[in-house]
């Protein structure tokens, strides 16, 4: 996180500026921050962690924090580097390298190339170190540059030493920044993330400058800041407002207390009134006498003991009904006898009656016979059917006295079971009054319930006492006259019992509202009592509240500020974090539109750019605007392809080195994050313009193809500031093989030490393909005059022009081209004639065709006419053979 921290620095610094409108709280705090960055950088926004830790921290050590800038270099700007080019790096033990190895860094570019884990990552990372005191990959990885750069082997780090020219060119030690030194790297990991985050939605693009500038650290930093610190402040008077509840409440119980009088007078006035609701002169104590209770009985005691007494049932029987019921009885008992007498006066007419009523029943059995004989009935002297009838006719007045003996036997049924349903009363009232022994009890339980004949002759009419002592009418019309007695007086209690009732429910219902009325009265009486006691209690048993509340005050003062200087610390520094890409970027504009032009220099002249818009926030866009339309400004990150995004991004971190002056650029394996399409553009912007001669540029590269080029395309006069190492892989000992002396693979350089060694045969050789370059190379610049066009002849379909046919084409074009006027065009007419053979009678061509042959038995070349062709080249290499020279 050193870049993170680096960056947070700068934000402290940023925000002591004198015009920068913030308290001194925020500027305390921040210093705070930065003060102990590790730690605060360790926590996440996750369950607000980061919030926990600020707090804390501010509470701790905020109060006696200065108010002072953080002690920082300032950012180093065009003509005060304190060296101007690395002189020497020793490495070791370093990552890959287990022990130490020297590298000669004088010159202007140095080339590292070599299979992928031949220690070309642990070189840049060890120059990392040396001039940033950090190594980016190991921040994001969270681990300790020192453990992250020590060697697996010997378990061991030894920091590189840097060595520099100052502007003297006196050796100084280089002592790392890296604020000051952040831009001198260019990485592939930043380039493939930039061209990564371009596919992302628009939302996720505010990152895209910070990670191409390796930034990527410090917005992780900021975004991990939670929005609020609030949860972990005591803002809020949570414990004040709850003992202020508590203290309301005791003002209801100083307001319960200091009323009780009056309260309690509105409850005398309401028990008064209960009194005279009752009666109007009853006092309420009155009443409650009325009602009484267990220890002192009143009237509604009495009034239940008096409902309580049930008076004996209404038997309903007098002396007269009871007269009346054995007069009935003995009227219709002599009825009876009378009806019988005469029965029994004519009972030989009974039995005519009898016989007359079977012979006319035996008429519809036999019809006209005589019953007695069976005789045909005809003819005889008297009929007995009709004699029969006629005897009945005469009886008539004997079958009415036989009916009314039936029905004075009927009467005189019912006359005696009503007697005997009269005297059931006697039975109640003997049992009632345990009379059972008494004769009139003896004789009248022992009376059937269904009494047969006329069992009541005993006694009606009036008998003179018999043996068995059975009682006189008059004893039973006395005794009925006890039970009539009885009668009146229950009539007479029904009577006065209603009011009785009456009075009991009402004395009920007060009752029940003097039972409400005094619970009223005792919890008046108890909530008086429990409120006083409160009172009293309340400053002891809210000790502790009435503590943490005192305490919450001095804590919300304390936090109140903690609140107002965070919430605008993180406003500034998201601010500052949106400032960065203007920051960044400032000024950038031509110049990496000019960059990314020469890197995309074979795309059409409508396809290249017009104008480059850069971020100024980290909202805005990448806008650009092409030659052919110049006037339409559209997202570069919708538009360009993948490898125009990757170049772009390239153009930008160049840019910005040159724009600040680096006096080197390392390059960590970045030309690989560029597609072989664009390596050429890139390779002529770089190496072969005049945008970098002032800078020191180190390139390592697993392709050998493109070191190789480099070192082909490189202008004459800055040939010799090169140099090349070769880095392979270990041999067994676990350090890697590196090889300084690696001889240019220039082939105009190879022909010439081949020249010095006399071997023409190789000097030939490497000429030809000399030629092959710079034959492509006229080409090329003739076509950036629009020149371009060339006759050839081919071999056929698919073949590529013979080297002598290019050679001879690009000659006739300059001298066509009569207009044409250039330096270049005399030297270029003389050295290809000299090459092709004119003059006539010139064997150059000859011996540069014979020399990339294997002869046997040849004669040897002619060293003079080698010597030619080898000067020849070195003259046209001489020429400055760039587009639109």
């Not at 609701?277 to 006498?289: H, N």
């Not at 007060?510 to 009265?521: N, S, T």
């Not at 290019?806 to 004639?833: G, M």
Request: proline share 4%; charged share 25%; glycine share 6%.
């Amino acid at each position: 996180m050193a870049s993170a921290r680096q960056d947070f620095e700068r934000f402290v610094r940023w925000l002591y500026q004198p015009e920068r409108q913030v308290t001194g709280d925020v500027r305390r705090l921040a210093t705070l921050a930065l003060a102990n960055f590790d730690e605060l950088a360790g926590t996440s926004r996750q369950r607000s962690q980061r919030s926990s830790f600020l707090v804390s921290l501010m509470r701790r050590e905020l109060g006696d924090t200065a108010e002072v800038p953080p002690a920082g270099i300032a950012e180093a700007s065009a003509g005060v580097w304190p060296w101007v080019r690395l002189r020497h790096l020793t490495l070791g033990p370093c990552r890959g390298f287990r022990s130490p190895e020297p590298f000669d860094l004088t010159k202007q570019i140095i080339l590292f190339y070599g299979p992928n884990g031949s220690g070309k990552t642990s070189l840049c990372e060890g120059l990392e170190y040396a001039l940033l005191g950090d190594v980016e990959e190991a921040g994001s990885k969270r681990i300790a540059a020192r453990t992250y750069l020590a060697n697996i082997h010997d378990r061991r780090f030894d920091p590189p030493v840097l060595k520099a020219s100052d502007q003297q060119g006196r050796e100084v030690d280089v002592i790392a920044n890296l604020d000051t030194y952040r831009f001198c790297f260019i990485e592939k990991n930043r380039i493939d993330a930039f061209s990564r985050i371009a596919a992302r939605p628009n939302a996720q693009r505010a990152e895209l400058i910070a990670t191409l500038f390796g930034m990527d650290q410090f917005n992780e930093f900021v975004r991990n800041f939670n929005e609020s610190i609030d949860g972990q402040l005591v803002l809020i008077n949570d414990q004040q407002n709850t003992l202020t509840l508590r203290r309301n409440a005791l003002a209801a119980d100083r307001l319960a207390v200091e009323g009780a009088a009056a309260s309690l007078q509105i409850l005398d006035e309401e028990e008064s009134s209960l009194a005279k609701e009752y009666a109007v002169e009853l006092t309420y104590q009155a009443l409650k006498g009325l009602i009484g209770s267990a220890e002192a009985p009143g009237r509604l005691q009495e009034l239940d003991d008096i409902l309580g007494a049930i008076p004996p049932n209404i038997l309903g029987i007098t002396r007269q009904g009871l007269q009346n019921a054995f007069a009935e009885a003995h009227q219709c008992s002599e009825e009876l006898d009378a009806v019988i007498n005469d029965l029994r006066a004519k009972s030989d007419l009974v039995s005519f009656k009898t016989l007359y009523n079977s012979v006319l029943a035996l008429q519809q059995t036999i019809g006209d016979r005589c019953p007695a004989c069976d005789t045909p009935l005809t003819g005889v002297v008297v009929d007995p059917f009709g004699k029969a009838t006629d005897g009945l006719q005469k009886l008539g007045e004997l079958g009415a006295l036989q009916d009314k003996q039936q029905t004075i036997e009927v009467k005189l049924g019912q006359a005696s079971r009503e007697l005997r349903q009269m005297l059931t009363s006697l039975c109640t009232f003997v049992n009632a009054h345990q009379e059972e022994e008494t004769a009139i009890g003896r004789w009248v339980l022992q009376l059937p319930a269904e009494p047969v004949g006329r069992w009541w002759t005993d006694i009606y009419p009036q008998m003179p006492a018999g043996p068995h002592r059975l009682p006189s009418l008059e004893d039973i019309l006395a005794f009925v006259d006890r039970m009539v007695a009885q009668d009146d007086a229950s009539r007479r209690a029904q009577r006065e019992r209603q009011p009785h009732i009456d009075e009991r429910r009402r004395l009920n219902e007060f009752q029940l509202k003097a039972q409400a009325q005094d619970l009223k009265r005792q919890q008046l009486q108890a909530d008086i009592e429990a409120a006083r006691n409160r009172i009293k209690a309340f400053d002891e048993t809210n000790a502790g509240l009435i503590a943490q509340a005192d305490q919450e005050v001095l804590d919300i003062a304390r936090d109140t500020p903690y609140k107002a200087a965070y919430d605008r610390f993180l406003e500034a520094l998201r601010s500052y974090r949106d400032q960065l890409p203007g920051q960044l970027l400032a000024g950038l504009n031509e110049a990496a539109k000019d960059l990314y032009n020469a890197f995309n220099r074979n795309d059409r002249e409508e396809d290249k750019l017009s104008a480059l818009y850069l971020p100024l926030t980290g909202d805005d866009k990448i806008e650009i605007s092409f030659q052919g339309n110049p006037e339409v400004r559209v997202d570069a990150l919708h538009v360009l392809s993948e490898g125009h995004i990757r170049c772009l991004g390239l153009a930008i971190l160049m840019t910005k080195a040159k724009s600040i002056g680096c006096p080197v650029i390392v390059f960590d394996d970045a030309i690989n994050a560029i597609d072989h399409d664009h390596r050429g553009g890139i390779r002529e912007a770089i190496f072969e313009s005049d945008h970098f001669t002032d800078t020191q540029l180190i390139v390592t590269c697993h392709s050998n193809e493109f070191i190789k080029d480099i070192q082909q395309h490189l202008p004459a006069q800055r040939r010799n500031g090169c140099q090349v190492y070769l880095l392979r892989h270990h041999d067994g000992n676990y350090q890697p093989r590196v090889s300084g002396n690696i001889p240019s693979a220039n082939y105009i350089a190879k022909a010439r030490a081949a020249r010095e060694a006399l071997n023409d045969r190789d000097a030939l050789a490497a000429s030809r393909q000399a030629l092959e370059m710079l034959s492509e190379k006229t080409w090329r610049w003739l076509g950036s005059h629009d020149l371009g066009v060339l006759n050839l002849m081919l071999a056929g379909v698919g073949a590529e022009p013979g080297l002598r046919n290019l050679c001879e084409a690009l000659v006739k074009k300059l001298r066509d081209s009569q207009t044409f006027n250039h330096a270049n065009k005399e030297p270029l007419l003389i050295a290809f004639s000299r090459i092709l053979g004119i003059p006539a009678n010139n064997l150059v061509w000859t011996y540069l065709n014979k020399g990339t042959h294997e002869e046997a038995d040849r004669d040897d070349f002619d060293g003079e006419l080698v010597e030619s062709v080898v000067q020849t080249l070195e003259e046209l290499d001489r020429l400055d053979l760039r587009a639109r020279r």
